[in-house]
């Protein structure tokens, strides 16, 4: 296996940058789609590095390097935080808010790692600009917003994504996860949920507590619904087939002697095959009909919202990749994964124009962590991968990929 070149290799000193970097964008974070500050500091990096840049979806990036013919190959990083409030105890740590649709003030987390992924890909641009001598082609890094909602993949293809930037013949990107710091976890085929969330408004009639009689209990209707809802898949699903149903909110009532005239709950759908989903989507619905007219309560309403697609490794070219990251790190580092129950809209990237993609994971935890249980997951307040050697890390897996179909070898 080719050697990566010096001139795409981190010194010293771009080591040092990229921690500042992610450090740096650690403590600003913002929420999905209100990303105006990091795209300005996006952008401003990637425009000093020598890349023609443009913006592409409201508050995405993208940044594209051009040295000869060439193939053309895509890489993209997600740019949003969570409203989440940290407390990681990092002397970098978050004290941002926003503001949510509703006009609710929010802390704002990287609680996802999205911080990591911009350093990385900022750092690799950088690396590409500085080694022309070593590659030819095109580089397309795509810096993507709203990735937390499913809304930021969408709206830069539909912004006219491809129709600004050179189509490439294969779009990568990567996540860092919980495992060691060092590793990568690759897989072909499914990699990732299709995920559908809704919110349910459960039509009632109010009363007085006292006067139940006169009353269509949304609340008892809401959660007839719930235990209802509980056995799709445990029994409309084959055994074999993975698919989760999660309430995530139930929300109804202001007071304990009054029975309120709605109530609203949340559900979470994640799937890998479409039978499957429309199976779990259609019995939903169906439920949820007929457990209000079971009651003599007006049609629910369940309204969108969120719906990420599925996430496909390419086989083939997941598996030359494979290969690629044995060479780069050892067979011992790269880890054969498994399909995860978790969702990213990164597909939607590749699919609008029928290209190959490529998603993969980086560890981002100390053997020390690892061996003390269970180390604090993505979204949750606590989470701080270590920054060494997981953002190199990072970057070497990015550039062995990139430089994979644009290296000089």
């Known amino acids: 296996m080719t050697r990566i070149p010096a001139s795409l290799q981190l010194t010293a000193a771009s080591a040092a940058e990229l921690i500042s970097t992610y450090k740096h964008l650690h403590a600003h974070p913002e929420l999905s789609m209100q990303e105006h500050r990091t795209a300005d500091f996006l952008a401003r990096r990637l425009g000093d590095t020598g890349l023609e ?19 053309v190959v895509a890489f993209r990083a997600d740019t949003d935080g969570l409203p989440v409030v940290e407390d990681s105890g990092l002397d970098y740590a978050s004290e941002a808010t926003g503001v949510l649709e509703d006009g609710t003030e929010v802390p704002v987390m990287h609680a996802c790692g999205h911080d990591s992924h911009m350093a990385v890909a900022l750092a690799t641009a950088e690396l590409f600009a500085r080694g022309t001598d070593a590659w030819a082609g095109t580089l397309v890094f795509i810096l993507q917003p709203g990735e937390e909602t499913a809304a930021g993949a969408k709206a830069m293809v539909e912004d006219g994504l491809w129709d600004k930037a050179p189509k490439p013949e294969v779009v990568y990107g990567q996540h860092v996860m919980g495992g060691l710091a060092g590793t990568v976890t690759l897989m072909g085929g499914a990699a990732m949920t299709t995920a559908d969330s809704f919110r349910v408004t459960v039509m009632g009639q109010g009363s007085h507590g006292s006067m139940p009689e006169h009353s269509i209990d949304p609340i008892v209707l809401g959660a007839a619904m719930v235990m209802r809802l509980q056995t799709v898949v445990s029994r409309q699903v084959a055994p074999q087939s993975a698919a989760v149903l999660t309430i995530g909110s139930f929300n109804a009532g202001l007071k304990e002697n009054v029975i309120p005239n709605r109530a609203v709950f949340t559900i979470n759908v994640r799937t890998f095959d479409p039978k499957v989903r429309r199976t779990v989507l259609d019995s939903l619905r169906r439920i949820i009909a007929h457990e209000a007219l079971a009651s003599g309560a007006s049609e629910p309403v369940i309204e969108d919202i969120s719906n990420f697609p599925p996430l496909y490794n390419d086989s083939e070219e ?67 991968p270590i920054t060494d050697p997981t953002l190199a890390t990072g970057v070497r897996a990015a550039v062995r990929a990139l430089y994979s179909k644009v290296g000089q070898q």
């Open 53 to 71: 840049v443009f913006r592409c979806g409201g508050t995405g990036v993208v940044g594209v390097l051009r040295n000869g013919p060439g193939p």
């Open 318 to 384: 997941a598996g030359k990749l494979a290969e690629q990251f044995r060479g780069e790190f050892g067979a011992e580092k790269v880890v054969q994964g498994t399909p995860v129950m978790g969702s990213e809209d990164f597909g939607a990237l590749a699919s609008a124009i029928g290209v190959p993609s490529v998603f993969w994971f980086f560890g981002g935890n100390s053997a020390e962590t690892l061996a003390a249980g269970a180390p604090p997951a993505n979204h949750s307040p606590f989470f701080a």
